[in-house]
């Protein structure tokens, strides 16, 4: 299949605000790779139309897409053909490596049409945000595939991969679903939580009875134990084993050959209370480990457990499999309860302890792997959102020099684009100034529009605020009150921000 049909649907579908519409769109354009048997441009189309490379970073930034090439005058490129020179373009290294890279990608965009090099240089540049969310996505690779929705999303929630799912279904069929199972060594997108205002409101929520949990201030992880081979993923699912030896220690001291866990290390003071987040992140940052703050492991879930699969059981029942295994120790603490008063008694004890808040459980709900769940609730005495830095302004008088007040985006669940709701430079540290100017700088997409540095929206930020007003001066019509950083949340993608729904509840 030619790059030229993917970017033709791409325009097609960034220009329609239909949700069938931009369906039907991208499971014809599936359809065809199908019937040229092509599973690699199925998978890499579902990839670019999600916004993303296979291949995660290839080191090409704004700076390389400022000059490029003529066009050429007819389309001769394939998707199998880029996706390997992307393949090519990453694995450049060593010494005239940012020569090569560069040399690479005019060859690239030297072969390019003008509709195909403007889909390359969005594709690139992280601004390639069309409505194609993963929902929208899988009913199209659905519909190309003439199987139902269900059975894709769960497909791609055990594998934590739509890309690899597409490829199999639209040219396998429903045969080659099956290999797409909970499997011990593969990691699966985590369970993730809507956000509840209060215990009072969580217990509503969930029908009145919540398993409460402390929300530890560390960095979740995924674990995966065969025999005495233990991989650790990140919740981006990265592999991230070498860096975290207690969590591995601490999983082959538990009764078990086969196990899939949910847990999160946290680095922890001699008095038990937690260190600040950036010394936890810290670790997973560095390849070596040795000179740093060790690390505590505390078990939350059990998805999978000696060839027993736990996901569709019930909260309750895959806490009783999970405190069979794991000792108190490494469990988190946890209360069972009706009572709102009981509820926050719990909520300020955690709080005194020096965690960030709980989360509340249904007792009944199965674990939605790579979904944002309404079983899960988390509640903190500070309203805290996730979001992404649009852009950022150069500083003035003690901040001269340095990148400080950042734009702060939330992502629209129908169009899939970033939505502006404010600016704040407040919570910044004299290190963060230092981090975030280096950052920023290597994020910088486009020239400076006066003092404001555009950027790729691919950092992640935690912003607390006192509410939230409407306000005509952003384009979603509502503005944070009082925001300021809590911290950048690199564990964390812009995909995973929270939606303008969510900043809209907070409406007074």
């Known amino acids: 299949m030619l790059l030229a049909d993917v970017a033709a649907a791409s325009t097609e579908v960034a220009a329609s605000s239909a949700r069938l519409a931009k369906i039907d769109r991208i499971a014809t354009l599936l359809a065809r790779a199908a019937a040229d048997g092509d599973a690699q441009a199925v998978a890499v189309t579902v990839s670019w139309l999600s916004g993303e490379l296979p291949q995660r970073q290839i080191g090409v930034g704004w700076a390389a897409l400022r000059s490029l090439p003529p066009p050429a005058a007819t389309a001769s490129l394939t998707v199998d053909e880029v996706d390997d020179r992307f393949g090519a373009i990453k694995a450049v290294a060593g010494k005239g490596s940012q020569a090569t890279r560069a040399g690479l990608v005019r060859d690239l965009f030297g072969a390019a049409t003008e509709v195909e090099q ?3 240089r969005r594709l690139l540049s992280g601004e390639l945000r069309q409505g194609a969310l993963t929902g929208v996505m899988a009913d199209a690779v659905a519909r190309a595939a003439d199987l139902p929705a269900a059975e894709i999303r769960r497909a791609a929630m055990l594998a934590g991969n739509l890309p690899a799912v597409a490829a199999a279904a639209v040219t396998g069929g429903r045969s080659a679903l099956a290999e797409f199972r909970l499997q011990v060594g593969r990691p699966v997108g985590p369970m993730l939580a809507q956000t509840a205002t209060s215990v009072a409101d969580a ?10 949990e402390a929300k530890l201030d560390g960095a979740r992880v995924q674990i995966h134990r065969h025999g005495t081979e233990v991989s650790v993923y990140t919740r981006s699912l990265d592999d991230v084993t070498h860096r975290l030896p207690e969590v591995v220690e601490a999983t082959l001291a538990l009764p078990a050959t086969d196990l899939i866990a949910d847990a999160e290390a946290i680095a922890l003071r001699p008095d038990g209370r937690p260190h600040p987040f950036q010394v936890t992140a810290a670790r997973f940052g560095r390849k070596d480990p040795r000179d740093l703050d060790p690390l505590s492991v505390f078990f939350f879930d059990l998805l999978h457990i000696d060839g027993r699969d736990l996901l ?3 909260t309750e029942e895959r806490f009783g499999a999970l405190d069979a295994l794991v000792p108190p120790s490494h469990r988190v603490d946890r209360l069972v309860t009706a009572d709102a008063d009981d509820a926050q008694a719990f909520l300020d004890r955690t709080l005194a302890a020096g965690h960030e808040g709980v989360m509340a459980k249904s007792p009944g709900a199965p674990y939605e792997a790579g979904r944002r769940g309404a079983g899960w ?3 903190k005495p500070v309203h805290t959102l996730d979001l992404v830095v649009l852009a950022v302004e150069w500083g003035s008088g003690r901040r001269t020099g340095k990148l400080s007040n950042i734009h702060l985006g939330a992502r ?7 939505v502006m709701l404010g600016k704040t430079f407040k919570g910044m540290t004299d290190a963060m100034l230092e981090w975030q100017t280096r950052r920023f700088t290597d994020l910088a997409d486009g020239p400076t529009d006066g003092n404001v540095v555009k950027v790729r929206p691919e950092q992640v930020v935690e912003i607390a605020f006192d509410g939230v007003q409407r306000s005509s001066r952003y384009p979603g019509g509502m503005a944070l009150r009082f925001a300021r950083v809590v911290r950048y949340r690199d564990d964390k993608t812009s995909d995973e921000v929270d939606t303008t729904d969510t900043v809209r509840a907070f409406l007074g």
């Open 312 to 314: 569709d059981l019930s």
């Open 203 to 212: 217990l509503e929520r969930l029908g009145g009875t919540a398993v409460l």
């Open 118 to 120: 403007k889909f390359l």
């Open 377 to 379: 609730l988390k509640v």
């Open 412 to 418: 629209d669940p129908l169009t899939g684009e970033f």
